[in-house]
């Protein structure tokens, strides 16, 4: 038995082996599998809101000066 044929073998052993696996574990990612469901917290209710401020702005020219 040469080397090519004996190295044909367990590359072939190996490939099958890896196939298994795949089979057995299934399609990598999000394919075929299901979505997650979101996770939905409960707002606390002791206390209310506060306001929101808002974001500072720049200066704001009411005149233009016509010179």
Do not use: D, H
């Not at 469901?37 to 500072?56: D, H, I, M, R, S």
Request: aromatic fraction near 2%.
């Amino acid at each position: 038995m040469s080397s090519e044929s004996l190295g044909g073998i367990l590359g072939a052993i190996v490939a099958v082996i890896v196939l298994a696996v795949a089979v057995v574990f299934g399609p990598i990612g999000q394919y075929g599998k299901p979505p997650k469901p979101a996770k939905v917290e409960p707002a606390p209710a002791a206390e209310p809101a506060a306001p929101a401020v808002p974001a500072p702005r720049g200066p704001i020219i009411r005149e233009v000066p016509n010179q």
